[in-house]
């Protein structure tokens, strides 16, 4: 059988690092047994989910090189590669699950539901789906679906045993099935959950090998039911380490960049992120840090990959984008910069915001250097406001970053409509709640306009900044950050 292995990204949001290491792996893979490397879009989230999104992730990849035999924009032979273009699919296996008492249909209120959970947590318990609706005859579902009563479709969990699976990395792996929760496959609406669609879809687009985040171990007895109860054979399961910050806390945005353009943006290049993507959880047998992804596919061992999170080090991946950068000849060093800093469309909106502002050309890199280059290295002392506390200018670089994380827009207008709305929900003075997000962004209390210097920079550095400047100022609790998020819950942002 031929080996065939995926990626299945969400579109919900800017393409993240996690994406591009889990497709290296399995490209790789695929590549070295004479296999296919499948691309599939889970946008099952139908409110989240959407086309710019997921161009933008097919755009990512492919600058790292990371294409694919079948995908969504070229097609292929067990397409269409979108989970939202095969819910007839997903309609029919949730039905067969159902008809051989796999699934049954839930009628639970959210309201209920609510109170379930409130007093299985007043009793210590895990919070999960209580079987209510397991004891409903035949006869009454098929009356309360013909009354067209709201309802769910849900899986059916054993009440005792363990589930049992082999993970190739791992070893084998036990979870009781009263950990296990009778996961919703269909909501209300009609629309599958991400659960259904990827072990149907891993079926039929005849998937043979499962590399993905260890984040999945606590699903895989619900794919392993879902796969049990079909009769299907369960594929090899490689559950990859997840990249880790330093403190050796989950690698995610608020405490590193986790966004694939961050590192284009900078000016990393390609071959070198790769590179250091292929260290994490995984080494070269003569232990040699800088090799090629030729030479990756060649060595690549499943058998080497340690369950141990890996450290990813942003000091680190600069020495390794610096080994590459000096292999360059100088042509090259000179033809790869001019494309990074070339940009035609970010250059033309660098120059609109200089024009007026320019009297010599000499006085042109002093004012875009946070822009083009690092921010000013800026001290706890820059963000001292008259009228402003410490906690207040902490929660307004938080919210700034939350405002700015909800655009689905990436425009000056729509940031700065963002931006003042934000402000004013908060109660402060849009001169007060710019002041922090100029030196968070700049390193200096006056720079160029604002809303335009966030568009140019990005998301990613945007946000990476705003971080960077919070942990500055202290960092954000634990405690605080419950604080934080029911103080933005109750802000009218429309």
Request: proline share 5%; hydrophobic share 35%; aromatic share 10%.
């Amino acid at each position: 059988m031929s080996v065939r292995t995926r990626v299945a990204p969400s579109p919900t949001g800017t393409p993240h690092l996690g994406t591009a290491y889990i497709a290296l792996f399995n490209k790789a893979f695929a590549e070295q047994q004479g296999g296919d490397f499948i691309l599939r879009i889970e946008d099952s989230d139908a409110a989240r989910s959407s086309k710019q999104s997921e161009a933008d992730i097919l755009d990512a990849l492919k600058w790292l090189n990371l294409d694919w035999d079948e995908g969504p924009d070229i097609g292929g032979s067990l397409g269409p590669y979108r989970v939202s273009e095969r819910l007839s699919n997903y309609e029919s296996h949730a039905e067969e699950l159902i008809g051989t008492g796999g699934a049954f249909r839930c009628f639970c209120t959210p309201e209920r539901l609510d109170d379930v959970r409130r007093e299985q947590q007043r009793r210590g318990e895990t919070p999960k789906y209580d079987g209510h609706c397991l004891s409903l005859s035949d006869d009454e579902v098929r009356r309360r679906v013909d009354a067209g009563e709201p309802h769910v479709v849900r899986l059916r969990v054993p009440e005792s045993g363990d589930c049992v699976f082999t993970d190739q990395i791992r070893g084998e792996i036990s979870i009781p099935w009263q950990q296990v929760d009778m996961q919703v496959l269909v909501k209300s609406d009609g629309f599958p959950t991400y659960h259904l669609c990827a072990t149907v879809d891993d079926h039929v687009m005849g998937i043979t090998h499962i590399l993905r985040g260890e984040e999945w171990i606590s699903s895989c007895p619900k794919h392993v039911l879902i796969y049990d109860y079909f009769g299907w054979q369960f594929q090899e399961l490689f559950h990859l380490p997840l990249l880790r910050n330093k403190d050796q806390s989950k690698m995610s945005k608020r405490k590193n960049p986790t966004g694939i353009n961050f590192y284009r943006d900078r000016g990393y290049l390609p071959e070198a992120l790769l590179n250091y993507l292929a260290t994490m959880g995984w080494s070269m047998p003569d232990e040699r840090e800088q090799f090629s992804y030729v030479d990756f596919v060649k060595d690549l061992d499943l058998g080497r990959i340690t369950p141990r999170g890996p450290v990813f080090d942003v000091e680190k991946l600069d020495w390794l984008n610096g080994c590459y950068i000096r292999d360059l000849s100088d042509d090259e060093f000179q033809n790869r910069f001019a494309s990074w800093a070339g940009d035609e469309q970010r250059f033309r909106k660098i120059v609109t915001m200089l024009k007026a502002r320019t009297e010599r050309f000499d006085q042109v890199l002093p004012q875009v250097d946070y822009i083009v280059g690092d921010r000013q290295p800026i001290e706890k002392d820059a963000f001292s406001h008259k009228s402003l506390s410490e906690e207040e200018v902490v929660k307004i670089l938080d919210f700034a970053a939350r405002a700015l994380e909800e655009l689905s827009s990436w425009a000056s207008g729509e940031i700065g409509e963002a931006l003042r709305t934000t402000a004013e929900e908060s109660g402060y003075p849009m001169r007060d709640f710019v002041a922090p997000l100029f030196i968070a962004l700049s390193g200096r209390s006056v720079a160029l306009p604002l809303f335009d210097s966030i568009e140019v920079l990005g998301l990613e550095l945007t946000r990476t900044r705003l971080r960077s400047a919070i942990e500055i100022l202290g960092g954000i609790s634990n405690k605080k950050l419950k604080k934080l998020d029911k103080e933005w819950a109750k802000l009218d942002r429309a």
